[in-house]
C-alpha cells in the first residue's frame, strides 16, 4: 500500500514538475517536497528505513551545497566581466592596432576608410596597393592639421579603372611640419573611448567602435 501511495504521490510531482518546468528539472525545493510526501504517507507499522531518510537528507544537503556553488561562481563570474571592462578605461590614450593594415573590396563596393596622423602634414599622398605590391590608387595630402582623417575610394585606380575586389593594403607617405618624412598606415589608431553596449566594451580607434577580440595590440 505505501508503495502504491508513494509511486502515485511521485506521478503527481512529477506531472507537476512537468507542468511548471519544462526542462523536467528537479531542485533542491523539489527533493524537499518528495522526501516530505514519502514521510506523510509512510505505513505507521513499517516506518521508512532511518539509513534511507538519512540518504535523503544528506543528498538533499548536497544538490543545496551545489546550488549554491554554482551561483556564487555565477555572481563572481559577474564581477570579473564587469572588472574586465572598466579595465579597459584605462586603454583611453594609448594606441590600438587592428592586427592589418588592409582592406577587403568588394563587387561594386566604395570603402570608407581612416588614416592617423600624428604630426600636422605639410605634404605627402596616401598609397592603396593590390596583393603583389603594386600601387593602384593614390590620394594626394594638402597641408593639414594632425588626427585622424578620413577617405573614401571609389574602388578605380589611377587611370579611373574599376580594381578586381580583394584585399588592399594601406599607407601613407608625407612630411610633417619640421619637414620629416614620416609614414602611417590603415589599421592603427589612438583610442579615443571606450563605451559598453550590453556589457560589453568597444574601443573606438579612429572614428569606429570594435570589440576587444578585434583589438590586436595595445601599447604606449
Known sequence: MVSNTINSTSQITNKSSIATNPKSILGKDDFMKLLLTELQHQDPTSPMDTEKILTQTSQLATLESADNTNKALASLSTKLGESSNLGM????????????????????SKPNFDLYFKNDIQSGQVNIKNMNGDIVKTFLLKPQKSGVLSFNWDGTNNSGQRVPAGSYSISANYVDDKNDNLTTNYGTYPINSVKFDNGKALLKLGNNYYSLDKVKEIYE
Open 89 to 108: 578605461v584605462s586603454a583611453i590614450g594609448k594606441m590600438g592596432s587592428l592586427g592589418t593594415n588592409s582592406i577587403s573590396l568588394l563587387k561594386d
